[in-house]
Structure formats: structure tokens, C-alpha cells
């Protein structure tokens, strides 16, 4: 069992706890930043064009109707469009065990009861010096296949080692606690639709901040499988008889009526929309996504393949955010429950991408996997690790550049607190995938983006 700081559990009661109605997330702590999409407004739907229940945040205005015409009309246009999937591992992943400088003695010094031995995991590819954790060993085969780009060295400066904050930082783009919307959110508002809920879908059953927007709605859903076509609403027997029809209307796409031809077009794309969805759940009642390739036996590949099928049925998702399973503040024990964690992650993301290729629309995903900070380098006397400063990250996804982004910086030239240098800005990634994968200036969503050095992460 991990040991956490009262930190991060405080933090983790916080954010997970149901906001009152119309008060979006939870508050936390005074003195600590309010996470993003704090005080959005919020609904629960069932649309019945995607047949899912979903809770709509920024869109309660909306009717259900209205919300499911601009899911059907976006779905449309959303055929082929690029999107980025962002995972979180909450706690602080420990970097110098997620790679392991393993061939140098200050490492086995600094940790004599943690460090990895030469030979318990794979040499990370174009840099002997640092070794795989073993559980991530589906991470080393894609990163050698070149489909997975490492960042082994990924913070910003003057880091802060409250998870409350640094999380925050991640999640809005920027070093501003008083920042209100996340960094994909604001993408939304530069690329998404007033009416399309699913364009920014959290999959974690609460709002993910960086999804959290100013202008455009975006939708939580706890898995792809809560499809719910009952309601207290006016759902009735009529409307069953009514939707057996509403694929007629499509004949009428043609009509020199303007308004009559858009009609039908939305009523013909809901339509599909629906049936689509009949493939994702058995005569059991249980969620069947059609999966090309085997996933892990658990909630957050369970995730996964239901995102893997909604973006294959043409749902039109174009980023998705969710939690990674296990606690990485592993400040005692560390070692076994850090590999359960990491072996369940890349388990999962490998099927994932498997998925993705077998279905033949990997060429549109990104995976980007961030923690909010590594720890220290030093050991401490629990066996395990304390709050540090530069972590990891992984870019997965046939169109990643591969390779690795920043270089490792060694232990021999620590901060004053001992921990690893980051080398290269999470901010300066924003940057270079908002305008190398979503072509869009990074200047309308990052508010430093001027200053921010570009890195390569998109191959041809």
C-alpha cells in the first residue's frame, strides 16, 4: 500500500469530490489554486443521438435536443480531425526509476535500497545510460518501433513541489495560479463547436481542469459503456416509435428547402450515430467495444477500449483526458506498489494503440502521459522517495516523432534540493503540439508562448 503525504490525499478527497449542483469542482484549500473549470456550470444529459449520459459542463443552456443535433452536425465534420488523448499519473511518478541511470555509482549511492540493478530492464533506446523500468517494458517496444518519443527530463523552472500547485500548472499551460480554464480547454475554444459537447470528453466521471473551457461545452463520462435511452424527461413510447423513423428522413437531405434539407441531414447523421452504438453493448447489457487487440482485466483499460471504439464509430472527440491507475507519491515503499502501478499503465496504453492501428485510425492519436513532478533523487528512510522536480512524460502514437526530447541531465549536477533538473519546459510541449499536431498558433491558448522554445514531436 502506498504512503502518501497528507497533501496529496487532502488534494485527491478534494478534487474527487462531488461538486454542489451548479458549482462545477470542489474548492480546495485557501491558499492554494482553485483547479480549473472551478464554478463551471453544469448539467446531466442523455442524448439520445449518441445514446450516452453525460454531464455537460459550460452547455446549460443547452436542451437535450439542441445538444444532440450539434453532436450529430459535429460529428460530421469531425471525421479524420486530429486528437490528443491525456493521461495523468497522480502523485509525482518517480522519474529515476521510471528510467534509471542504472551504470552510474552516485545512483546506487543515492539509493541503496531502491536503485535497479543493469538487466532488470531494457536499455532505453539511443541512450545506454538509462534502463526501463520492467514494468514498462510495452513502453520500451514502441519506443524502439519508434511510435513512443521519451521525455526523460520534463518540468519547468523554480519548481514548485506542492501537488496542489504544480498539478495546476500542468493542467492550465502556465505558471499562474489564478488561471481559470485548462490548456486544452482553451484549444476548444479556438477549434470547437458552441453546441458539441463530446469535443472535449473526460473520462475519469468528473471534469478533468485542462479540458476546462470559457466558451465551448464539454461533456464527463465515466465510460463509453453508462448508455442510458430512459429518462426523467419525456422519453416515452412515441419517441421510441419516432426514432425507428428518423433514418427515413435522410431520403429528404436533398430537398431545395434549406431548412428542411439541414433537418434531415442532422436527423440522418443522429440516427447513424445511434446505431452505431448498438455494437458497443451485448444481449448482456455489458459494454462490447469490438476491441482489436486484448486489454488488461481492469477499470482503466476498460476506459480505454471504449474511447478506442467512440472514436472508430466517428464520435467527434477531439481531446480526452483521464487519470492513470495507481498512486505515484510513493514516499514509503515505494518499489512494489510503483510497479503496479506503471505495469498496469503501459499494459493498458500498448492495447490502446494496438487498438488504434488494428482499426486503422491511429494516424489521428496522440497519447501524452504527464505526472505533475518526479521525486527526489535521494532515497529516504522509508524505502522510499520525496517530492522532486523534473519528471517524465511519453508522447505515444504512429505519427510521434519518436526518439527522445531533452536530454538526461545526470545526477551529478542536482538542484539545491536534490532533485533532477528538468531540461525540457512542459509548456514548450504544449506548444509544439498545439502547432505541429493541431495547427493552431500557440499564442491564442498558451499565454508565454512567444518565449517558449519549440521541440519537434510530430514525424511525418
Known sequence: MTHHCDEFTRASLMRRAVAEAGKGLPAVEPGMPLPAGTGLDRRTFVSRAAGLALTVYGGSAALPGLLDDGIARAAEAARGKRVLVSVFLPGGADSLSV???VGDPRY????????LKPGDGPVLHGDGRLHWHPSLAPFAQLHRQGKLSVMPAIGYAHPDQSHFTSRHYWEVGALDVHESTGWLGRLLDVVGDSDNALQGLSLDGSLQPALATARVPVATLASPAEYSFGSHHVWDVVNELMEDAIGDLGALSRSKDPVLAHASRTAAQSHRLKGELARFVGKDGKAKYGSKAEYPEND?????AGLAAMLDAGFPIRAAALSGPGDYDTHADQAGP????????ADGLAAFQQDLER????GRVLTLVWSEFGRRAEQNASNGTDHGAAGTAFLIGTKARGGTIGEFPGLKRLDRDGNLRATVDFRSVYASLLEQWFDVDAGRV???ARKLRRVRLVGS
Open 108 to 115: 546506487r549511492r543515492l539509493r541503496p535500497g531502491l536503485a
Open 300 to 304: 482503466f483499460s476498460n476506459r480505454l
Open 359 to 362: 482499426r486503422g485510425i491511429a
Open 99 to 101: 528510467l534509471a541511470p
Open 338 to 345: 510503483l510497479a503496479d502501478g506503471l505495469k498496469a499503465v
Open 446 to 448: 498558451l499565454p508565454d
